[in-house]
């Protein structure tokens, strides 16, 4: 599936990475063309704000940030991963890293997965990266759309706008993202089997279309 926007609406990229300085001219010359504008944050204490402000269609995020420990869970990266899904549930997210292959980052593990993953190109040496890149990138739009909708569709029952109800929606589109047993408690006729239902009919956390598995090896 690729996305219906049009050649002068593009599609906003916020690029998350303490390299995006660096990274950010040889990925802007070649999918600027394609229909991709960029933002680039370099600042790991900023990002969220950086994606209040900018509001991207899409987030290229990396896993390391200066300082990291090289656990999947405390990496810079991972926690930003867990807290944008949160805060920004509708926002796809593309980990963009050299190191997808590292034995240390069970990225299986994630509280959170990403919508794809693409490891950072050899820019200069591949010249496939731009097409993959952005075909992944418009197909993470498309499905977190998609997804969205679906799920959107599972919480009809959640009637009101408190902020209890409002939690209830949140537990709910954060069970369905995760691979994890769930236990469901309260007292009869609170609407238990509706919320288990909801989890059970809700999409998983990344589509077919616009997930890759971690590649075996990183390119660079």
Not at 100 to 106: A, R
């Amino acid at each position: 599936m690729h996305s219906n926007q049009m050649p002068n609406d593009p599609v906003r990229v916020l690029l998350i990475d303490d390299e995006a300085d660096s990274l950010l001219p040889p990925l802007a010359q070649d999918l600027e063309p394609m229909g991709f504008s960029f933002e680039k944050e370099s600042s790991a204490s900023r990002a969220l704000q950086s994606v209040e402000r900018a509001r991207p269609d899409v987030i290229l995020l990396d896993l390391h940030f200066p300082g990291d420990e090289r656990l999947a869970l405390r990496t810079t990266g991972g926690k930003l991963l867990a807290e944008i899904r949160s805060r920004f549930s509708a926002t796809p997210v593309v980990v963009f890293s050299t190191r997808l292959d590292d034995v240390d980052i069970p990225l299986e593990n994630f509280d959170e997965q990403p919508h794809a993953w693409f490891a950072k190109p050899a820019f200069e040496q591949d010249q496939t990266w731009p097409i993959e890149l952005a075909a992944l990138l418009r197909n993470a739009i498309d499905s977190a759309k998609l997804n969205d909708a679906e799920l959107r569709d599972q919480l009809a029952f959640v009637v009101g706008k408190t902020d209890a109800m409002r939690r209830v929606a949140a537990s709910v589109r954060s069970a369905a993202r995760n691979s994890l047993n769930v236990l469901i408690y309260g007292e009869t006729g609170t609407g238990k089997q509706l919320v288990a239902e909801a989890i059970r009919r809700s999409p998983p956390a990344m589509s077919e279309a616009a997930s890759a598995s971690p590649p075996s090896r990183s390119r660079c």
